[in-house]
């Protein structure tokens, strides 16, 4: 069993992870968005296909026959675009709905640090949830960090079943030593080809689901065909005058088509295939790493530019979309569809999923539906580029300046694309080159044709700098719970993020046993506008001997939408019976602690058990509890403590590095002052506290810095006692 305190030193990580959890609340059958309901949705990412790596957009070298089979039968899009010209911010803009001036993610991590979603990050994995569909991910996720239970990992942000790459870099390995599953890294014997592993995964993920009762949304993300360009079997190639790399890139785009293809025979084979939507798009222009060259194979087709650019090549993406008796056959659309429309085309596809309001995106889904003149337009596309990674032909096409900030835009029949002098976005639009294509008359994007259009220049700048925003605050949605110890509470908040009504609000604690909970306001509400939230904070009691329980908060509307929200919830320990050290007593929270804590938190460089001795002036103490500045140590007396002892000081560890360390201690009681020290130094020692703490709940011991040098701030608490009535 594991010790509260290693509970309350992971609760807040794994929390995170509890969205991976199958939802706890459904509604009881989805606004039908047919007659058997809404249909199950499948959305399959390439990573690094060209526009022109498809016989359906002209591929003439690599067989694609599955994919171009898809197109025939339903709907090609002509004019689809990725979000961005490299993988990471054209996933998360993916995901989530916006351009990559308000996405959380707008780089690789090339530029400078791997790049994350937050909490407030809402997919479309989590819209969907909350409308009753399964949701898994298999593949290449794209961005950290890599590691489980934390708000970037796909568990926590909307998807229950993961199986694949969380981390960018780990991605380019296609015989990898481990995978994720779910929140664990999970070994894979050697010589493992992961996209096979991750597409039975997949498969397995339709066999599990396809008899319902709730439809799926199904993800997969391969990296193929992502340098280096590893295969098991090239022989379909073999005979071709190509290098190697280019014979390898080739079999992995077939092996892509017959994954797909194969994805398609299992929803047949289901009996499903009639009533899903599968789509197959690419996150970004064709690559020319590892001796590929993609023009070869005229990867880019008609278009200028490759994975990196902002030119037509490094965005415009294929996007193939399939449904018997939905999508008609030999269809195509010229719609300028941004990938970040998919968010909100898969919300109106599951028949009014609740779909954050706050977005970029619009809804594609009266393309698909057969009314594509009901489709909402853009008014104008946005791309961000800060990309350090270079290649020649990308770099030849920019002019050299691959590694310059650059911005796109699309309006209508123009597109412009500029640069700035260096990485500073912000410089005046003067300093920026810019340069304006029509792309009705100059596909290619070959003629500058700015200096002959300066009101049209004027005007999209003007449209470039309103389309980027420092920080992109987003609106709360859905449920979000947190639970306070201390307080005896637990939180919920239900945030209606949408643009429409949601009716009927209700929120539940349910409860382990013997536990009971009761709310200190309204727990339900009529009507839930657009942009108000219901909070409730609920007073928790719990047993005596209660252990530490995951508490899954559940919110539902008359309209059929359900939701879930973890919260750990840690009841406070038994206060004292007797006279005894504090470092023999269970912390409720610790922050930036030695001594105890550091057994359990790793927090310190040098291993310590409970209260560690403490020496000042030469003299060691026992019981000790170190810490830095700031911090703070909170015990339960639960009122039953009589005074509270200690000598605190900077110790004399700390004085031998460093004679700069100068810090406060405060002595709080239930949030109230009790004491306060003067400054502490190595110098001035250690100062004798006598506290009162009669009545008092929560005893609390602070460290503060007093004078900005707080990496000299080891503060300690020596003899550290309390004595009870």
């Known amino acids: 069993m594991s010790s509260r305190r290693h509970f309350l030193a992971g609760s807040a990580a794994a929390a995170v992870g509890l969205a991976a959890l199958p939802q706890a609340v459904r509604p009881a059958r989805a606004a039908a968005a047919g007659a058997e309901g809404p249909p199950n949705l499948v959305v399959i990412l390439a990573d690094d296909l060209g526009y022109g790596d498809l016989g359906a957009y002209g591929q003439k070298l690599i067989s694609t026959p599955r994919i171009d089979r898809l197109a025939a039968e ?43 979603l937050g909490a407030g990050d809402t997919t479309f994995a989590e819209v969907l949830r909350a409308r009753g569909y399964r949701t898994g991910l298999f593949g290449k996720w794209g961005f950290g960090p890599e590691a489980g239970d934390q708000p970037s990992h796909p568990s926590a942000r909307g998807f229950e079943e993961f199986y694949g790459y969380i981390d960018h ?25 992961a996209p096979d592993a991750i597409a039975a995964r997949a498969l397995g993920f339709i066999d599990a689901h396809a008899a319902g009762p709730a439809p799926f949304l199904l993800f997969l993300t391969p990296n193929l065909p992502h340098a280096p360009s590893e295969i098991p079997d090239a022989s379909a190639y073999a005979s071709r005058s190509w290098t190697q790399a280019n014979k390898s890139h080739a079999a992995q785009i077939s092996l892509l088509d017959a994954q797909v293809g194969a994805i398609v025979d299992r929803l047949q084979a289901r009996g499903v295939a009639g009533r899903t939507v599968v789509l197959v798009a690419s996150d970004n222009g064709p690559h020319e790493e590892g001796g590929v060259n ?15 650019n902002l030119y037509e090549g490094g965005v415009r993406v294929p996007l193939v979309a399939w449904s018997p008796g939905r999508i008609a056959p030999g269809t195509t659309s010229a719609r300028p569809t941004p990938l970040y429309d998919l968010l909100p085309t898969l919300a109106d596809l599951a028949g009014g999923a609740p779909a954050p309001s706050d977005i970029d995106g619009l809804s594609a889904a009266p393309v698909l539906n057969g009314a594509p003149a009901l489709a909402p337009v853009h008014d104008h596309l946005y791309w961000y580029r800060d990309e350090q990674g270079v290649t020649s032909r990308a770099n030849t096409q920019d002019g050299g300046r691959a590694k310059q900030v650059a911005e796109a835009i699309r309006k209508d029949r123009w597109k412009a694309v500029r640069f700035a002098p260096a990485r500073d976005r912000t ?10 294509y029509d792309l009705t008359a100059d596909l290619g994007e070959k003629n500058d044709v700015a200096a002959a259009n300066p009101a049209v220049v004027a005007s999209l700048t003007a449209l470039l700098r309103s389309s980027w925003a ?48 009761a709310p200190a306001g309204p727990a339900g509400a009529a009507s ?18 209660a252990e530490p329980a995951l508490l899954l908060a559940q919110a539902t509307t008359s309209s059929g939408l359900g939701f879930t ?11 004292p019976t007797r006279d005894g050290y504090l470092s023999d007593l269970p912390w409720v929270s610790a922050s930036n602690g030695w001594g105890p804590v550091e057994i359990d938190r790793s927090n310190g460089k040098q291993p310590a058990g409970d209260g ?70 190595g110098a001035s020692g250690p100062t004798a506290l006598d506290v009162d703490v009669r009545g008092v709940r929560l005893l609390q011991l602070v460290v503060e810095d007093a004078n900005a040098k707080s990496s000299f701030d080891h503060t300690s608490w020596a003899l550290a006692r309390v004595t009870v009535l």
Do not use: M
């Open 74 to 116: 339903g709907l090609r899009f002509t004019d689809a675009y990725s979000a961005a010209a490299v993988c990471a911010p054209s996933r998360a803009a993916l995901l989530t709905g916006l351009h990559t001036g308000h996405a959380a993610v707008r780089a690789n991590p090339s530029s400078g640090g791997q790049g994350s």
């Open 565 to 575: 929200a973890p919260a750990r919830y840690a009841p406070l320990p038994a206060p």
């Open 427 to 436: 410089v005046p639009d003067a300093q920026w080159q810019f340069e304006l």
């Open 169 to 193: 870099g780990h991605a380019h390995e296609y015989y990898p030593a481990y995978l994720w599953n779910g929140n664990a890294k999970e070994t894979v014997p050697a010589g493992t080809f």
């Open 294 to 308: 993609p023009d070869l194979f005229d990867a880019n087709g008609p278009l200028r530019g490759y994975k990196r």
């Open 612 to 681: 560690t001795p403490i020496a000042f002036g030469g003299v060691t103490y026992a019981k000790g509890l170190g810490v830095h500045a700031p911090s703070e140590i909170v015990y339960h007396l639960g009122g039953r403590g009589n005074r509270f002892t200690a000598l605190v000081g900077i110790d004399d560890f700390s004085t031998k590095q460093s004679s700069a360390g100068g810090t406060r201690a405060i002595v709080r009681g239930d949030g109230r002052t009790l004491a306060t020290t003067g400054l502490l130094t």
């Open 470 to 517: 420092d920080t992109y605050v987003r609106r709360p949605w859905g449920l979000a719970a947190a639970a306070d110890a201390s307080a005896a509470t637990v939180t919920t908040t239900v945030s209606n993020g949408t643009g429409r009504p949601w009716p009927d609000v209700r929120v539940t604690l349910p409860l382990p046993a013997g536990w009971t909970a």
């Open 528 to 545: 839930l506008a657009p942009g108000e939230a219901l909070t409730t904070t609920w007073r928790v009691t719990a047993p005596a001997t």
